[in-house]
């Protein structure tokens, strides 16, 4: 065979891979098969010259394209019916059983439904994080304010006549945060007292965490003359201790 | 071209006789290479039927009953050193339908040979 004839050859297959293309491989395999045969049985005809096969290849290539279609169009048609029929085949038996069964279960009573509720409520109802444990209570106590330390106060008041009289004490509460580190010591506190009984200028030393509490309580004492006195101003001075308890 | 129910195109027609013409030099099955020769010599053409259509009018005929195929014995093929072949065979009912559409044309020529008007 010339290279035109294989050339035309090559041709002529190429097309049958094409119009053969996802046909169901015992069609698309016969005629594959039948073409080729042809190809091989022209190109060794001994009656046939090398001129003629390559006409003959050419023209029975053309001449048949459209009914290559044809033919595609037609299996196709008998593979989708097929397909239909197989399709309907497994449908049916299908649809019987689901109405058998839905027969069935509507002899069976009914169970008492849970009340649905709406996904997205749910969801957003799970979303959210539980609630977080009520604060631990002290043992054996009913009450539920925190418990505090407080340091203890001694104090010396220097004035002319009678000492006034302390009406209103505030006790200088120790810092939780000294009780967690093991902070413990004394203070002093000097201020004066008012002829209104106020506390005021007070100093403290040394200062720090503890000193600012104890600050801060005796600022808020609240002192008054004795008897019939009248009202003279007076130095404070307070001592506080801060010890943990045992 | 349109088909009348229950009638072959002239192609279908052809091929029968070519494959009656086969069998009678002793050729019971052929391939399809060995039909498109036969049916150019009884065409009197030159060019041999179009890959698409005389496969296409084969499988159209097999459908119907008048032609049935097999595949070849892989050994002979090989053997030979060649593609396997499809080997087609003309049924009785084929051979019966080639003599009733030869029949009419025979009384036809038969009656204009005699100078009668066709019936």
Same mark, same amino acid.
């Given at each position: 065979?010339?290279?035109?004839?294989?050339?035309? +050859? +090559?041709?002529?297959?190429?097309?049958?891979?094409?119009?053969?293309?996802?046909?169901?491989?015992?069609?698309?395999? *016969?005629?594959?098969? =039948?073409? =080729?045969?042809?190809?091989?049985?022209?190109?060794?005809?001994?009656?046939?010259?090398?001129? =003629?096969?390559?006409?003959?290849?050419?023209?029975?290539?053309? #001449?048949?394209?459209?009914?290559?279609?044809?033919?595609?169009?037609?299996?196709?048609?008998?593979?989708?019916?097929?397909?239909?029929?197989?399709?309907? *085949?497994?449908?049916?038996?299908?649809?019987? #059983?689901?109405? +058998?069964?839905?027969?069935?279960?509507?002899?069976? !009573?009914?169970?008492?439904?849970?009340?649905?509720?709406?996904?997205?409520?749910?969801?957003?109802?799970?979303?959210?994080?539980?609630?977080?444990?009520?604060? @631990?209570?002290? *043992?054996?106590?009913?009450?539920? =304010?925190?418990?505090?330390? $407080?340091?203890?106060?001694? $104090?010396?008041?220097?004035?002319?006549?009678?000492?006034?009289?302390?009406?209103?004490?505030?006790?200088?509460? $120790?810092? !939780?945060?000294?009780?967690?580190?093991?902070?413990?010591?004394?203070?002093?506190?000097?201020?004066?007292?008012?002829?209104?009984?106020?506390?005021?200028?007070?100093?403290?030393? @040394?200062?720090?965490?503890?000193g600012a509490a104890a600050l801060h309580a005796v600022q808020q004492w609240e002192f008054t003359a004795q008897g019939t006195e009248a009202p003279r101003p007076a130095l404070l001075t307070v001592r506080v201790s801060f010890e943990r308890a045992q | 071209m349109r088909r009348k129910p229950g009638t072959l195109v002239p192609l279908e027609i052809a091929i029968c006789a070519a494959a009656s013409a086969l069998r009678r030099r002793g050729v019971d099955e052929f391939h399809g290479y060995e039909l498109a020769k036969q049916l150019a010599d009884i065409t009197e053409r030159r060019l041999l039927t179009a890959y698409g259509t005389l496969y296409r009018a084969?499988?159209?005929?097999?459908?119907?009953?008048?032609?049935?195929?097999?595949?070849?014995?892989?050994?002979?093929?090989?053997?030979?050193?060649?593609?396997?072949?499809?080997?087609? /065979?003309?049924?009785?009912?084929?051979?019966?339908?080639?003599?009733?559409?030869? /029949?009419?044309?025979?009384?036809?020529?038969?009656?204009?040979?005699?100078?009668?008007?066709?019936?």
């Open positions: 065979m010339t290279s035109i004839g294989a050339f035309m +050859a +090559a041709c002529v297959r190429a097309w049958t891979r094409i119009y053969t293309w996802r046909l169901p491989a015992a069609v698309r395999d *016969a005629r594959r098969q =039948e073409i =080729e045969s042809d190809l091989w049985e022209s190109s060794h005809d001994p009656q046939m010259t090398r001129a =003629e096969l390559v006409v003959q290849m050419t023209m029975r290539l053309t #001449l048949g394209i459209a009914d290559d279609f044809a033919w595609r169009v037609a299996q196709v048609s008998v593979t989708r019916s097929a397909t239909l029929r197989t399709v309907t *085949a497994a449908a049916v038996p299908c649809v019987l #059983l689901l109405f +058998a069964l839905s027969r069935l279960t509507a002899d069976v !009573p009914a169970l008492p439904e849970a009340p649905m509720r709406a996904p997205h409520v749910q969801r957003t109802r799970s979303d959210r994080p539980p609630p977080p444990p009520p604060p @631990p209570t002290r *043992a054996g106590g009913a009450s539920s =304010e925190p418990v505090f330390q $407080y340091g203890r106060t001694s $104090y010396s008041i220097v004035t002319e006549g009678p000492a006034p009289v302390r009406i209103s004490e505030v006790r200088p509460v $120790y810092p !939780p945060l000294a009780v967690a580190a093991g902070l413990e010591g004394h203070v002093v506190v000097r201020a004066r007292i008012t002829e209104r009984g106020r506390v005021t200028d007070a100093e403290v030393a @040394p200062a720090g965490m503890l | 084969l499988a159209r005929l097999e459908a119907m009953g008048l032609l049935e195929s097999r595949r070849e014995d892989p050994a002979i093929a090989a053997q030979e050193n060649r593609p396997g072949r499809r080997l087609y /065979r003309l049924t009785a009912l084929a051979e019966s339908t080639v003599r009733e559409s030869s /029949r009419p044309r025979r009384r036809a020529a038969v009656r204009r040979r005699r100078g009668e008007a066709p019936a």
